[in-house]
């Protein structure tokens, strides 16, 4: 695995050089914003990156809060799948599908509910144990890294576009901002929370904070906001090279977080190991110290 | 025209942040190597 990372990190250093070219050169200029709609490029892949990176962090936090009891893991992995058939086929019922917004289509929608078991049981398998709950705050710091690009590049964006840099009240903005505070709080509850039963505590936290993700999500397609309504799968059409330099730029995207994470991963490991030796030498002292006493104690008797 | 320095400056601060995150990735491996060295070192 070692030598793959070199391979891949050489891989997304192409792909982000070739798609930063395709969005400044290639993209078509766009008829009523100019050249700094050219953000996109940048600001939406971040923003999908950074949910796939939270829901990756809210499958891992299912997944360790269902290993406390082996009941609750049965119990988890039929809820697993009954999410996954239900939001398999409900898009498809006429009486839900009325109820999706416009431009939103059910294969879509089942396609999201049918990931869910996917993922669920994929990541049970290739990280078991402990590594869980190093994937759930991997995915939650690196997340929280593109969560925060896309803090900055939106106002940004929105100052040229907007005339203003924020817009108060306006849903997807907060509910985009109350999506970072949640996960840079579960970030700090693991630093600074010393108590044996932060990491549970921490998942908690996690399942409720993804609960933000869909609403973020799906705000410009329920609500009439000041952020601009989608332009994939929406009432909104694009040119197919600006498609295609999107798409391409969120490949590289994910090239790179898959990097950062593998790294942030590994600092996870090494972290626990330093964290082990150090409770093993502190517990090797405790008892060379105490070990001249014993003598004593037995002659005391 | 103006319109560009604030492409350029969404550009950039995205390779400041990933930047400064890839700095405190490395800063933190080097804490603990290092820190996993003297453990080693006083066995």
Request: aromatic share 12%; charged share 15%.
């Amino acid at each position: 695995m070692k030598r793959l990372f070199p391979i891949l990190a050489v891989t997304a250093a192409i792909l982000l050089v070739y798609a930063s070219y395709r969005a400044l050169r290639i993209a078509p200029t766009d008829a009523l914003q100019g050249d700094v709609y050219r953000i996109i490029y940048y600001h939406v892949p971040s923003a999908w990156t950074a949910f796939l990176l939270f829901f990756i962090n809210f499958i891992a936090s299912v997944q360790y809060l269902s290993r406390a009891k082996p009941s609750t893991r049965v119990a988890a992995n039929w809820i697993v799948i009954a999410v996954g058939v239900v939001g398999g086929i409900a898009p498809f019922v006429p009486r839900v599908e009325h109820l999706l917004p416009p431009g939103m289509l059910p294969s879509s929608v089942a396609t999201t509910f049918l990931l869910i078991p996917v993922f669920y049981f994929v990541l049970g398998k290739l990280f078991p144990g402990e590594r869980m709950d190093m994937l759930a705050v991997t995915g939650a710091e690196v997340g929280v890294v593109f969560c925060t690009i896309v803090l900055v590049t939106g106002p940004i964006w929105a100052r040229p576009v907007w005339g203003i840099w924020w817009a108060p009240g306006d849903i997807r903005l907060t509910s985009t901002l109350v999506l970072w505070l949640i996960y840079v709080s579960y970030l700090l509850l693991r630093r600074f929370s010393s108590s044996a039963q932060t990491q549970m505590l921490a998942a908690a936290l996690a399942v409720f904070g993804a609960l933000d993700v869909p609403l973020v999500y799906l705000s410009i397609w329920y609500f009439r906001t000041q952020h601009p309504q989608p332009v994939i799968g929406g009432s909104g059409s694009m040119d197919p090279r600006m498609l295609h330099t999107l798409l391409l730029s969120w490949t590289a995207f994910l090239c790179f977080a898959f990097l950062l994470c593998w790294s942030r991963f590994r600092l996870e490991i090494l972290s626990r190991q330093v964290e082990e030796a150090q409770a093993l030498e502190s517990l090797v002292g405790a008892r060379a110290s105490n070990s001249p006493s014993m003598p004593l104690g037995r002659s005391s008797r | 025209m103006n319109a560009i320095k604030f492409l350029i400056a969404a550009y950039l601060a995205t390779w400041v942040i990933h930047g400064a995150y890839i700095g405190t990735l490395v800063s933190r491996f080097s804490k603990l190597r290092q820190r996993m060295r003297d453990l080693e070192t006083r066995k």
